[in-house]
Protein backbone atom coordinates (compact mmCIF):
# COMPACT_ATOMS: atom_id res chain seq x y z
CA UNK A 1 0.00 0.00 0.00
CA UNK A 2 2.46 2.51 1.00
CA UNK A 3 4.71 1.82 -2.30
CA UNK A 4 1.44 2.33 -4.29
CA UNK A 5 0.76 5.39 -2.90
CA UNK A 6 4.17 6.59 -3.17
CA UNK A 7 4.11 5.88 -6.81
CA UNK A 8 1.03 8.29 -7.15
CA UNK A 9 1.99 11.32 -5.31
CA UNK A 10 5.67 10.88 -7.00
CA UNK A 11 6.89 12.63 -9.93
CA UNK A 12 8.84 12.05 -12.71
CA UNK A 13 12.56 13.41 -11.61
CA UNK A 14 12.60 15.05 -15.10
CA UNK A 15 8.97 17.11 -15.27
CA UNK A 16 9.20 20.76 -13.71
CA UNK A 17 7.86 21.62 -10.66
CA UNK A 18 5.95 24.71 -9.51
CA UNK A 19 9.10 26.41 -8.85
CA UNK A 20 9.77 26.74 -12.36
CA UNK A 21 7.77 29.67 -12.59
CA UNK A 22 10.55 31.67 -10.27
CA UNK A 23 13.00 30.90 -12.66
CA UNK A 24 11.22 32.57 -15.19
CA UNK A 25 10.84 35.12 -12.73
CA UNK A 26 14.45 35.28 -12.92
CA UNK A 27 15.23 35.30 -16.75
CA UNK A 28 12.43 37.98 -17.34
CA UNK A 29 13.61 40.65 -14.57
CA UNK A 30 17.41 39.53 -15.77
CA UNK A 31 16.15 41.35 -19.46
CA UNK A 32 15.16 44.10 -17.14
CA UNK A 33 17.66 44.73 -15.20
CA UNK A 34 19.99 44.78 -18.46
CA UNK A 35 17.38 47.47 -19.38
CA UNK A 36 17.98 48.99 -16.39
CA UNK A 37 21.81 49.02 -16.88
CA UNK A 38 21.85 50.18 -20.05
CA UNK A 39 20.15 53.29 -19.14
CA UNK A 40 21.90 53.78 -16.11
CA UNK A 41 25.09 53.45 -18.33
CA UNK A 42 23.38 55.94 -21.44
CA UNK A 43 23.26 58.48 -18.75
CA UNK A 44 26.38 58.54 -17.34
CA UNK A 45 27.79 58.39 -21.00
CA UNK A 46 25.86 61.35 -22.18
CA UNK A 47 24.64 63.53 -19.14
CA UNK A 48 27.29 62.93 -16.23
CA UNK A 49 25.66 65.87 -14.50
CA UNK A 50 22.40 63.71 -13.54
CA UNK A 51 24.25 61.68 -10.90
CA UNK A 52 24.01 63.18 -7.23
CA UNK A 53 27.90 62.97 -6.51
CA UNK A 54 31.35 63.49 -8.76
CA UNK A 55 33.04 61.05 -10.02
CA UNK A 56 35.35 61.52 -6.98
CA UNK A 57 32.36 60.60 -4.26
CA UNK A 58 32.35 57.40 -5.66
CA UNK A 59 33.71 54.03 -4.20
CA UNK A 60 35.89 53.39 -7.17
CA UNK A 61 36.83 56.76 -8.60
CA UNK A 62 36.47 56.28 -12.22
CA UNK A 63 35.34 59.01 -14.40
CA UNK A 64 31.20 58.69 -15.81
CA UNK A 65 32.32 57.78 -18.80
CA UNK A 66 34.01 54.54 -17.72
CA UNK A 67 31.35 54.05 -15.04
CA UNK A 68 28.70 54.07 -18.71
CA UNK A 69 30.55 51.85 -20.54
CA UNK A 70 31.00 49.39 -17.24
CA UNK A 71 26.93 49.63 -17.04
CA UNK A 72 26.62 49.40 -20.61
CA UNK A 73 28.24 46.45 -21.30
CA UNK A 74 26.75 44.66 -18.01
CA UNK A 75 23.42 45.41 -19.06
CA UNK A 76 23.71 43.72 -23.02
CA UNK A 77 25.25 40.81 -21.32
CA UNK A 78 22.37 40.87 -18.98
CA UNK A 79 19.62 41.04 -21.69
CA UNK A 80 21.75 38.36 -23.50
CA UNK A 81 21.58 35.83 -20.68
CA UNK A 82 17.97 36.78 -19.77
CA UNK A 83 17.12 35.54 -23.09
CA UNK A 84 19.11 32.72 -23.52
CA UNK A 85 16.99 31.85 -19.30
CA UNK A 86 13.76 32.12 -21.35
CA UNK A 87 14.52 29.67 -24.19
CA UNK A 88 16.00 26.88 -21.51
CA UNK A 89 20.22 27.57 -21.86
CA UNK A 90 22.21 26.31 -19.56
CA UNK A 91 25.25 28.58 -20.27
CA UNK A 92 22.29 31.53 -19.86
CA UNK A 93 21.73 30.21 -16.15
CA UNK A 94 25.54 30.38 -15.15
CA UNK A 95 26.67 33.79 -17.31
CA UNK A 96 22.97 35.39 -15.52
CA UNK A 97 24.00 34.54 -12.14
CA UNK A 98 27.74 35.61 -12.80
CA UNK A 99 26.41 38.70 -14.52
CA UNK A 100 23.90 39.36 -11.66
CA UNK A 101 26.66 39.15 -9.01
CA UNK A 102 29.11 41.71 -11.08
CA UNK A 103 25.93 43.69 -11.51
CA UNK A 104 25.14 44.25 -7.75
CA UNK A 105 28.93 44.86 -7.13
CA UNK A 106 29.05 47.41 -9.80
CA UNK A 107 25.95 49.30 -7.97
CA UNK A 108 27.19 48.79 -4.62
CA UNK A 109 30.20 51.13 -6.03
CA UNK A 110 27.86 53.38 -7.79
CA UNK A 111 25.68 53.90 -5.18
CA UNK A 112 26.72 57.30 -4.12
CA UNK A 113 26.06 58.36 -7.50
CA UNK A 114 22.07 57.02 -7.73
CA UNK A 115 20.87 55.68 -4.57
CA UNK A 116 17.51 54.73 -4.99
CA UNK A 117 18.06 53.26 -8.76
CA UNK A 118 21.72 50.89 -7.49
CA UNK A 119 19.60 49.64 -4.73
CA UNK A 120 16.88 48.43 -6.58
CA UNK A 121 19.42 47.04 -9.08
CA UNK A 122 21.01 45.35 -6.12
CA UNK A 123 17.54 43.96 -4.46
CA UNK A 124 16.86 42.33 -7.82
CA UNK A 125 20.14 41.23 -8.21
CA UNK A 126 19.98 38.83 -5.44
CA UNK A 127 16.02 37.76 -6.37
CA UNK A 128 17.76 36.70 -9.56
CA UNK A 129 20.96 34.95 -8.37
CA UNK A 130 18.44 32.91 -5.92
CA UNK A 131 16.31 31.62 -8.57
CA UNK A 132 19.14 30.57 -10.84
CA UNK A 133 20.99 29.09 -8.52
CA UNK A 134 18.62 27.12 -6.48
CA UNK A 135 15.97 26.86 -9.17
CA UNK A 136 17.37 27.01 -12.37
CA UNK A 137 17.59 23.06 -13.27
CA UNK A 138 13.75 23.36 -13.89
CA UNK A 139 13.30 25.52 -17.00
CA UNK A 140 15.11 23.18 -19.41
CA UNK A 141 12.90 22.14 -22.32
Do not use: C
Not at 9 to 18: A, E, M, V, Y
Not at 93 to 122: D, E
Amino acid sequence: MAADQRRRTSRPSNQPTGWVGLVIFGGIMLTVLGGFQIIEGLVALFNDEYYVTTSRGLALTLDFTAWGWTHVLIGLVALAAGIGILSGQTWARITGIVIAVLSAFANMLFLAAYPVGSTIVIALDILVIYALAVHGREIKY
